[in-house]
């Protein structure tokens, strides 16, 4: 080192020392002492040890080292404690954090120098017969030893633990621990012991247990004779931490409702078995979720026919910026097809996912495009030059108010897009053709749901009439589902933001109820149906109970911590045009069917001859290049007799026709 980088080092740590000590000392700037600290503390206090015993014999008037071996005797007992303290890294563990492994290094340290003595003392006694130590005295000594070793580590954790937890107390959230299993118990643990605390644990509530006596951890157990929020009451806890393993989905979700309806804060954490790094177990406790409070049943996948159809193959998915979309990239990453060409028109969610996939570490060839679906040529050479082999098709406009100002776009891009897609993947010979609908397409109400039902008319069409001339035919399958939560313009995204800017948080109607599911579980289920499609389905997705939107909003605002109508408010803007109080996910006329998937059914509906289709979308988009608002909306209900618009400047067109 050189003598400007000494004088450098010397300043640095002359200016550290004055702040240090213009601030004092405060144990909650100590981090942790270092090991030759702890080494040495460790043989000062065996030498204590060793001189008090010493004394203590020397009262009774008995020598514990023979006088004239004195020096050596008590020299060969301090050098072997520096050695087996090194040996057995007594002084590695951070003080604060000791453990019942720390009790066992030092009991192991203490037994091999208490053996070694012995030792000693057997050969000086054979070879020179003479007695150097009294081995009571050596034993009393090594238990003296591990005594004061053990209880100034416990001493200094429980003075951590006290202070720690003193300066915090009025910030910590008195909390209960839902469950009393091993799951439940490690999480106690790791709660008590983690620094800065968060929770004042006041007990374990478990529903199994039939006597209160009982304590855990120090901890009492309560056993759930009432409802979960009148117990928290009469204990003033604040908070539930959900650890039980055993608990069904139905009663967690009763658990959460009741402590929701009370304001009372919920937590829940995932099982130990699913931890990949159990020291970080206090920081996987997080709060509830909207999307944890779906009464919904994992779904099961039939991975080997996925792989079978995805693996190794050239697959194509548009709109793969969007939130759908994008799900969809990741997953059928998952079963290493051979290239992935990713498509989209939004230039800056295209790169960002880009650059998501580029981190990961797999194989597979990812081309970006940056595309238009409504630019045919375009298309074209990208057929041509990637050859796919299947196509997720999930581009589309979907913003229901948008698009019953905007319909020639909606047709432009969800009816003409989707007949440009169609078209080159028969024309080249693509296996298989997955469109991503929406239950908006049943008996629409909306324009954005009847372009829709219009792109279903023309896959299903296509389908069955290429079928006649040749059975080897680009198989052509719709998905049909609800409402995706958490994805772009739904209405978890909006909510949490309005929550975030202290409300109102606005629904169009009270009495509005949707089906929801996950990004995930939608996309699952498409790659599922894509796999098993033979051509001219359309899958609808079980989407389980009806959700409804004003009880949606509450829960999230209690699940923000607030109360709903006094901290947040709840402001009921009316219902958008186009928009539909329910939901379907048939229309009158159709029936459905089961598959070997009990979440996916088929819907029967009427299928219309190819010929019309084309012709009456021929129409429509020459009525689009127009720009004329009612002659495309009448085209629309001419081709899509269901379609009844509703609050909206539509209206006026279904009257006419009635």
Known sequence: MGKLEEETVKSVFKQGFLLRSREGFNLKNLGYLPRWVIFLIDILTVTFSGVVTFYLFKGLGLEYFDESRKVMAFGLYVGLNIFFFWWFKTYSGIIRHSSF?????????????????????????????????????????????????????????????VYFKGIQSGQLVNALVYGADANAISVTNALMSEIPTRFKLLGFIDKYSLNESKQILGLPIINQKKKISVIMKSLQAEALIIADKGLSKEEQLAIVDDCLEYNLKVYTVPLISNWENQKEISQ?????????????????????????????????????????????????????????????????????????????????????????????????????????????????YKHVPLMEDNP???????????????????????????????????????????????AEKYVQSLYFHELEKNKETTKFITTRFGNVLGSNGSVVPLFSKQIAEGGPVTITHKEIIRFFMTIPEACQLVLEAGAMGNGGEIY???????????????????????????????????????????????????????????????????????????????????????????????????????????????????????
């Open 101 to 161: 492994i720390d009790a066992i290094k030092i009991f192991f340290s203490q037994l091999a120098v208490f053996l070694v003595m012995l030792a000693v003392k057997i050969i000086f006694s054979v070879a020179l017969e003479e007695n150097i130590f009294i081995v009571t005295a050596l034993l009393i000594n090594i238990i003296f030893n591990f005594c004061l070793l053990f209880l100034y580590r416990v001493l200094v954790k429980q003075i951590f633990e």
């Open 284 to 396: 996987k406790i997080k709060s509830f979720q909207i999307e944890d409070l779906l009464d919904r049943k994992p779904i099961v996948l039939d991975n080997k026919m996925i792989s079978a159809q995805l693996n190794n193959k050239t697959i194509m998915i548009t709109g793969a910026a969007g939130s759908i979309g994008s799900e969809i990239v990741r997953q059928v990453l998952e079963f290493n097809p051979k290239t992935v060409i990713i498509l989209d028109q939004a230039e800056t969610p295209l790169h960002e996912l880009t650059l998501e996939i580029q981190k990961l570490l797999i194989q597979t060839n990812i081309v970006s495009v940056v595309a238009d679906i409504r630019d045919k040529s375009g298309l074209e050479k990208l057929f041509e030059l990637y050859r796919p082999n299947l196509i997720y098709h999930a581009a589309a």
């Open 408 to 454: 020639s776009q909606a047709i432009l891009v969800n009816v003409m897009g989707t007949q440009n897609l169609a078209d080159l993947a028969l024309a080249f010979g693509v296996e298989k053709f997955v469109m991503v609908s929406t239950d908006k397409a049943v008996n629409p109400s909306n324009v954005m749901g009847a372009s829709k039902r219009i």
């Open 540 to 658: 609808m997705f079980d989407m389980g109970k009806p959700v409804k939107i004003y009880d949606l909003a509450k829960k999230m605002i209690r699940l923000a911590g607030y109360v709903p109508d006094s901290d947040i408010q709840i402001k009921v803007v009316g219902l958008r045009p186009g928009e539909k109080l329910y939901e379907e996910l048939l229309n009158d006329t159709s029936k459905t069917l089961p598959t070997h998937h009990e979440k996916i059914m088929v819907a029967q509906e009427e299928i219309d001859a190819f010929e019309k289709v084309s012709e009456a979308i021929a129409d429509i988009m020459e009525a689009s290049s127009q720009y004329n608002n009612h002659l495309i909306v009448t085209k629309m209900k001419a081709l899509v007799p269901e379609f009844k618009s509703l609050n909206s400047i539509f209206e006026i067109l279904d009257k006419k026709n009635n």
